[in-house]
C-alpha cells in the first residue's frame, strides 16, 4: 500500500495519516526469508531502504554429527563411490530445521589424491564441489566448515557424498565421513 506525505524538511519527522499493512502469503513458511523494500520518492529524487527478515523466532539446536555405516567402502579406477548420511530420527534435528552451520569431515586412504575429486550432495538435489585432488601426494584428510554453502539450507533427510576417481592405476577406500550440523528452527504462533 502506498504512503503519501507532505514535503518532508530535513532533519524533519512526519508519520503518515494511514497506516501500511504487510501481509505475508499463507504460503509462506515458518523460518522463510522475505525482503522488504521501501522507496522515497520526490521531484525525480529517490532514496531507497530494504530489510530482510524471517518469519518467526530463531532457536539455535545443538551441533549434531552424522557419520556414513558401512565403511570402509572401495574407491575404484574411473568408477563413483557414494557413501550415505541419514539426518533423520532425532529430536534436535526435526524435518523442518534449517542449517546455522555446517562441518564435513572425510578420510581416504588413496596413493594418487590427484585422481580424486569428492561433492557433496543435500536431500534437495543441489551438489558442491567440496575436494579436488591436485598432485601426487597420498591419503587424504578433509576437514572444513561449510556453513557458508548450506546455511539457511533445510537439514532433514539423506545427504550424500560421492567420491570419483577419474584414473586408472591408483585405487583405495573412503574411510570415514561425517558431517557435523547446528539445526536453526524457527518458532511460529
Known amino acids: 500500500q502506498d504512503l503519501y506525505w507532505s514535503s518532508v524538511a530535513v ?10 499493512k504487510l501481509e505475508v502469503s499463507e504460503s509462506a513458511l515458518c523460518g522463510d526469508q522475505l525482503s522488504l523494500k521501501l522507496m522515497l520518492q520526490e521531484g525525480g529524487r529517490s532514496a531507497v531502504y530494504r530489510k530482510s527478515f524471517v518469519i518467526g523466532q ?22 563413483n563411490t557414494e557413501a550415505r548420511l541419514k539426518m533423520t530420527g532425532s529430536e534436535q534435528w526435526p524435518e523442518d530445521a534449517r542449517i546455522a552451520s555446517a562441518r564435513l569431515k ?7 589424491q590427484g ?12 551438489s558442491f564441489a567440496v575436494y579436488k585432488g591436485e598432485g601426487g601426494g597420498d591419503n587424504v584428510h578433509f576437514d572444513k566448515d561449510l556453513s557458508s554453502l548450506l546455511k539457511g539450507m533445510s537439514g532433514g533427510g539423506v545427504w550424500s557424498l560421492h567420491v570419483k576417481d577419474g584414473a586408472v592405476q591408483d585405487e583405495g577406500t573412503l574411510d570415514a565421513v561425517s558431517l557435523e550440523l547446528t539445526p536453526v528452527r524457527y518458532v511460529c504462533q
Request: charged letters at 20%.
Open 11 to 20: 532533519g524533519e519527522d512526519l508519520m503518515a495519516t494511514k497506516a501500511a
Open 115 to 126: 585422481d580424486l575429486t569428492v561433492h557433496l550432495s543435500a536431500p534437495d538435489g543441489s
Open 58 to 79: 530463531e532457536l539455535i539446536g545443538a551441533v549434531q554429527t552424522f557419520s556414513a555405516e558401512g565403511l570402509p567402502l572401495p574407491i575404484q579406477d574411473r568408477k
Open 106 to 112: 572425510f578420510d581416504i586412504t588413496h596413493s594418487y
